[in-house]
Antibody, heavy 120, light 111 residues
């Protein structure tokens, strides 16, 4: 059973960089059948796709966040990471790391989510 | 930026059938991209409910079904149960935005 777990600071100051890591267990992040994505959800609001990475390192980002987002992968640790720069209060949300099937374009396994608050 | 529109809420009595619509446009659902549905129970991460418009992952009861036509998709829940109270989201790909988009979300209440 694949499991994903997010880790990182729960509080980030405005204008700083939000950094999160997702550790994948029960399966290899190097599998060519999946993308590895980040999705966020502000409290009481809907879901927003942030971006994804393939095992090769190829990335795709949400155009609305592209200038501030970097997603990277460390296959030796079976982890992938998110960096979001110049954060504001609007970036306060629960951040999920998620597995996406290459063939289907759907998100089949989700981490439990981690709340990141942007505040001074 | 939610480009897929869902009703904010739907409700029904136990045992009834409810449907949730997901309305898109010619750059997403209407362009032929698949629609997927997720169930989010209170305080938990979303869970894949329907993929590829109408397919259920293993373990999802057959009370849940999905369909797609034109620029819209629908999720139906038959034999509504108390445990179905949750938020439901549709998801697809949008070629204009070059990325994945989610619906606005629908809260299902069991009366």
């Amino acid at each position: 059973q694949v499991q994903l777990r997010e880790s990182g600071p729960g509080l980030v100051k405005p204008s700083q960089t939000l950094s999160l890591t997702c550790t994948v267990s029960g399966g290899s992040i190097s599998s060519g059948s999946y993308y590895w994505s980040w999705i966020r959800q502000p409290a009481g609001k809907g879901l927003e796709w942030i971006g994804r990475i393939y095992t090769s390192g190829s990335t795709n980002y949400n155009p609305s966040l592209k200038s501030r987002v970097t997603i990277s992968v460390d296959t030796s640790k079976n982890q992938f990471s998110l960096k979001l720069s110049s954060v504001t209060a609007a970036d306060t949300a629960v951040y999920y790391c998620v597995r996406e099937t290459v063939m289907g374009g759907h998100f089949d396994y989700w981490g439990q989510g981690t709340l990141v608050t942007v505040s001074s | 930026q939610s480009v897929l529109t869902q009703p904010p809420s739907v409700s029904g009595a136990p045992g009834q059938r409810v449907t949730i619509s997901c309305t898109g446009s010619s750059s997403n659902i209407g362009a032929g991209y698949d629609v997927h549905w997720y169930q989010q129970l209170p305080g938990t991460a979303p869970k894949l409910l329907i993929y590829g418009n109408s397919n259920r992952p293993s373990g999802v009861p057959d009370r849940f079904s999905g369909s797609k036509s034109g620029t819209s998709a629908s999720l139906a829940i038959t034999g509504l149960q108390a445990e179905d109270e949750a938020d439901y989201y549709c998801q697809s790909y949008d070629s204009s935005l070059s990325g994945y988009v989610f619906g606005t979300g629908t809260k299902v209440a069991v009366l």
